[in-house]
């Protein structure tokens, strides 16, 4: 039980992770980012090939970081602009659809071109014991890796001025323009941010299982999902929500058989979207 | 911008004609008529082409999906993100009784409809109980889409698993002809009845109701209109048509499997389909279905390059024409209408 | 210090204010006076840069403002504190004062002055603005924007929602304000409040400049007194 336990929380944690760009986005800027996924697969891609032509493994990782982040800024200044000029429901209605759009660009062109590539980073060395269970080196790496974004990021948004910036604009966008902060730039350095989080979750996931071209979708939906649950814009709320979840995906996995412990995973998912839809740590509007 | 009220969608994709839809039938039934008509005659053309004709074939079966989901999201702004899976239950479920418990076709294809129909109703009278604004009605039902998903991959034995499955029933009748003839007739009787329902619900009381909720909702209520009650009606026709179109499809095919209903396979491609015809509009559904099974076609040989076409139609359609062919092209001929009656 | 000239603004394309006309010099505390619905909130959004004008010019400090937007407005020099407030509910008092001074680094001078101003904040530092009163939250709105060290600050109807107590000690705090040289502009519905701490004032009606004057001129102008001041 506590092999599960420990398992769901490593996929957990990514999860959280995924969903935390996913939720900031929409925090911040009332959009939905359907290209998610696709930063994450295209930031893995540029590492895989990186590394095949020679690259070693850490700058090639920060290459991929970089393109995640340029990616997140692309959006920004190219499909982000019209929606912006909207509000409510019809911006985050607009921005799903033509992120939409520039995740079938994306998905086209990877899988025309690099049909079979994937990334897989291995972690080398054998099983680490961790509470009497034996892990895998590649999913220990992978969530303490998490696990210190997490802390930074929860730092930056603590005790930096920036950070306290960011969360005013979700707080309340005309009270912080008011006070000389710009909800546009706060938005561009968000989409950087969520960019590079992708692409680290893309990195970090490779070292547990394969991260393919066709891989897009099913991230951003696991991304979207998690990030309802745990509430929109609300960055503890999608840890709680990946953790759980997590849990919820490796017990009914193990119980019962993978493809019903999916269907209960998003049964779950559906429960808590109905009973609360604002999330489970999300404001209630 | 309506982005303040929950119930109303986005108004600014939605076109179809608000006040102008005449109550005089003639002005359904001669472009209907003529619809009808131009589409029969294409077997003519291309006839000889199995190949062509199976692709006809599914051209009008997403002409169907496309007019179910018009009815759904265009007339009541239900954001369903399980269109593929409603026509899926319609299609697993027909296969399941006819191959599996033994029933005739016929009774399967409406015992397969009915269940579609009581689905689709479901889940629109919980998002409506429970007050699901469109991008929480489109998460919701995108969870049933891939709960629906991983249970045929689950139920393996019934449904074929990841490789999905022949079925046995029609097989040496007219149904399965390898000229595709019937099918394309059958698949076409359903697209005439489909927009023949559709236009008539327009002009009738509920369909009155339709457009009031659907331009806003909270303004409707105040007015005296039941909200929850009109869009369980429309989630109910239009998944009728879902399952009704999914079930037949798939008894003239032969063949079924997860993909055949998937969300990429379906819902993506009838959202785009709806958006390029018109949102809301009688014919659109047939515009896009037509007009994206040919380039499709015309497209077939590069693979997945031809997604990336279909990103930038999606871009440059909900950029530029959001309320789609039909609504622009109908405001720029009356702005060409006014120009020319200016000059004179 | 801030010039207003034939500002019309408004929403949708129909105009909630026309022509308005109004002028702010340097250490002054001026009043826009008027009842509900005169387009005094109006006023105040357009000036801050929320609304764009639909004609007119603003000037501050001889410089033309007309039209920027509300966030770089607020690095030039001016508050605006709004009858709404726009408070960060999750937020601390702490995190606000150190907000107000961005994106410079927040003088810790200032900050003690604020506090002084205002002891109620300091008790409460670590507590969230959303759970905080009306009193207490207008209270951390103008600390917030006062942590900026702005020259002038506009505040708009700041009595709203403030018992009579309250609404006094806000004032009071103005008036300490004001002798540190902070100049003031104020709209405000109550009228009395108003003309006890300002020198000069406007009265808008139904989106135009009706009168203008130092206050004993409005005071004894027979139209303020009976619509304004309940004297028959």
Known sequence: MIANILDGIVLGLQFGLLATGLTLIYGLGGVLNLGYGQIAVVSAITVALAMDAGMPVLPAVGLGLLVGGLLGLFLDQTILRPVYRLRGEGRVLLSLLLTLGVSFIVDGFLNWRFPLKALSLHIGGGAVEILGVLMRRGSLVASAITLVTFAGLFVFFRSTSLGRAIRSVIEDEDGARLIGIDPKQMLRLILILSGVLAALVAVTRSMVAPVDTKSGLSITVFALIVTVVGGLGNVVGALLAGIILGIINVIAAKLIGSYISLIILLGAAAVTILIRPAGLLGVKE | ?344 | MLEVTGLSAGYQGNDVVHNVALRVDKGEAVMIIGSNGSGKTTLFQTMCGLLSPSSGKVLFEGDDITGIPAERIARLGMRFVSAARHLFPRMTVQEHLLLGAYPNRPDPETMSIVLDLFPRLAERRRQRAGTMSGGEQQMLAVGRALMSKPRLLVLDEPSTGLAPLLAKAAYEALAVLRERGLTVLITEQQVPLAMAFCDRGYVLENGFIRLEGTTEQLAANPAVRSAYLGVT
């Open chain 2, 1 to 344: 911008m309506s982005g303040q009220f929950t119930g109303s969608t986005g108004t600014f994709l939605i076109g179809g004609t608000e006040a102008r839809t005449s109550r005089a039938l003639p002005a359904l039934l001669i472009p209907l008529a003529a619809a009808g008509a131009i589409l029969a005659l294409v077997p003519i053309w291309i006839g000889d082409s199995r190949v062509l004709m199976g692709v006809a074939v599914l051209g009008l079966a997403f002409v169907c999906y496309t007019i179910g989901f018009n009815v759904i999201f265009g007339s009541t702004g239900q954001l369903f993100l399980c269109v593929g899976a409603l026509a899926g239950v319609g299609g697993f479920g027909a296969t399941i009784l006819a191959d599996n418990v033994g029933l005739p076709i016929v009774v399967s294809i409406l015992v397969a409809t009915l269940a579609a129909t009581l689905i689709g109703g479901l889940l629109s009278f919980i998002a409506v109980k429970r007050s699901l604004g469109v991008i929480f009605t489109g998460i919701v039902t995108l969870i049933f889409t891939l709960s629906f998903d991983a249970l045929l991959l689950g139920l393996s034995n019934l449904t074929g698993g990841d490789s999905g499955r022949l079925i046995a029933s029609g097989a040496d009748t007219l149904l399965r002809a390898r000229d595709r003839v019937l099918p394309y007739y059958l698949m076409l009787a359903l697209v005439v009845l489909f927009l023949l329902v559709h236009g008539l619900l327009r002009r009738s009381h509920i369909g009155w109701a339709f457009r009031a909720l659907r331009d806003d909702a909270v303004a409707a209520e105040l007015a005296g209109v039941d909200v929850a009650r009109y869009r369980v009606y429309g989630a109910l026709i239009g998944a009728a048509m879902l399952g009704l179109a999914g079930s037949t499809y798939v008894l003239t095919e032969g063949r079924i499997s997860p993909t055949t209903f998937g969300f990429g396979r379906v819902d993506v491609v009838v959202l785009v389909m709806l958006a390029f015809g018109g949102i809301g509009t009688l014919f659109g559904p047939i515009v896009g279905a037509v007009t994206f099974t040919i380039i499709d076609e015309i497209l077939i040989d590069f693979g997945q390059l031809r997604h990336v076409a279909y990103g930038i139609l999606i871009i440059v359609l909900f950029l530029w024409m959001p309320r789609g062919v039909i609504p622009t092209a109908a405001y720029l001929w009356r702005r060409v209408r006014r120009l020319v009656e200016v000059r004179e």
